[in-house]
């Protein structure tokens, strides 16, 4: 699977929206782009995956370049609630043989 | 759906004793996985299963430690004899094809 390079944290203020960015220059045709947050002392949250199209949730909005080099998550507005791990990985789509792996994410922290 | 259930949430134990932590996934899902979090190492895949066989467990640490699935709706991890450094909290995922990962709240040992 292809690595990723994420900023070790990032601050955001409430209400504003928050950009995480990640970069994955080495992603291959078949990778996709998943995106994980883990708010303290609970377990890993999917959030969102794409594969070259933007994507859009409830949650959240992925934003992938043409080249598939590098991807934005963006929460619009951010709460206090959104403080937490975020996890940019690339992997190629679920089959047997693969599974997620963590690297050390960012750390987003929002404030009032 | 009450989502990935693991058991116990909190166990401490004393070194050399034996440690068994439980797995409920969600029902339909495919796939199931056991990380441990550390704050040095921070997220790691153990071992993973696809529709009840073990695909990789080269995570696993050592041979103290084995994990099985007898059914889709049941997995353990059992470690044997345990150690203080394998105090961590461990979580369970389940998955069903490309949708993203649903993870437990996790199992926290403590190895005094």
């Known amino acids: 699977d292809a690595k990723t390079t994420q900023p070790p944290s990032m601050d955001c203020a409430e209400g504003r929206a928050a950009n995480l960015p990640c970069n994955h220059s080495t992603i291959s045709g078949n990778e996709y782009v998943y995106w994980y947050r883990q708010i303290h002392s609970q377990g890993p949250q999917y959030i969102i995956h794409g594969l070259k199209n933007n994507e859009t949730n409830e949650m959240a909005s992925l934003i992938i370049t043409e080249d598939r080099k590098s991807s934005t998550l963006i929460l619009p507005h951010a709460t206090l609630r959104d403080t937490a791990v975020y996890y940019c990985?690339?992997?190629?789509?679920?089959?047997?043989?693969?599974?997620?792996?963590f690297g050390k994410g960012t750390t987003l922290s929002v404030s009032s | 759906d009450a989502g990935v259930i693991q058991s116990p949430r909190h166990e401490v134990t004393e070194m050399g004793q034996e440690v068994t932590l439980r797995c409920k996934p969600i029902s339909g899902h495919n796939s199931l996985f056991w990380y441990r979090q550390t704050m040095m190492r921070g997220l790691e895949l153990l071992i993973y299963?696809?529709?009840?066989?073990?695909?990789?467990d080269s995570g696993m640490p050592e041979d103290r430690f084995s994990a099985k699935m007898p059914n889709a709706s049941f997995s353990t991890l059992k470690i044997q004899p345990s150690e203080p450094r394998d105090s961590a909290v461990y979580f369970c995922a389940s998955s069903f094809a490309v949708e993203g990962y649903t993870f437990g709240s996790g199992t926290r040992l403590t190895v005094v």
């Open positions: 299963f696809n529709n009840n066989v073990p695909i990789d």
């Open positions: 990985i690339v992997r190629v789509a679920h089959q047997a043989g693969t599974a997620l792996i």
